[in-house]
Nanobody, 115 residues
């Protein structure tokens, strides 16, 4: 099992940046997949970005070129650098891990993009 704790959310103006961090309770080196999902009010949860144990990275099209996912195996963290934020990026962002084909989720952190 693994516990995931997100941090770094908040209120930012359009065009601004935020960095989300997710701390895992165990060594992430062998975790199959890590990533970030988000859920806006009234919408389904959607995948934002994922990174595999082999550092294969995937982004949803709407964040390509603006968001960057990375993992720090020494610190057991997975991070999401979000630049050029838009109001439509407003959502609760969830850290995600898949290990031995079981999914784990953090509690979520709110990101609000508004002037």
């Amino acid at each position: 099992q693994v516990q995931l704790v997100e941090s770094g959310g908040g209120l930012v103006q359009p065009g601004g940046s935020l960095r989300l961090s997710c701390a895992a309770s165990r060594d992430i080196f062998r975790i199959q997949t890590l990533g970030w999902y988000r859920q806006a009010p009234g919408k389904l949860r959607e995948r934002v970005a994922t990174i595999s144990s082999g550092d294969n990275i995937s982004y949803v099209d709407v964040v390509k070129g603006r968001f960057t996912i990375s993992r720090d195996n020494a610190k057991n963290t997975v991070n999401l650098q979000m630049n050029s934020l838009k109001p439509e990026d407003t959502a609760v962002y969830y850290c995600y891990a898949m290990m031995r084909f079981v999914s784990y989720w953090g509690q979520g952190t709110q990101v609000t993009v508004s002037s």
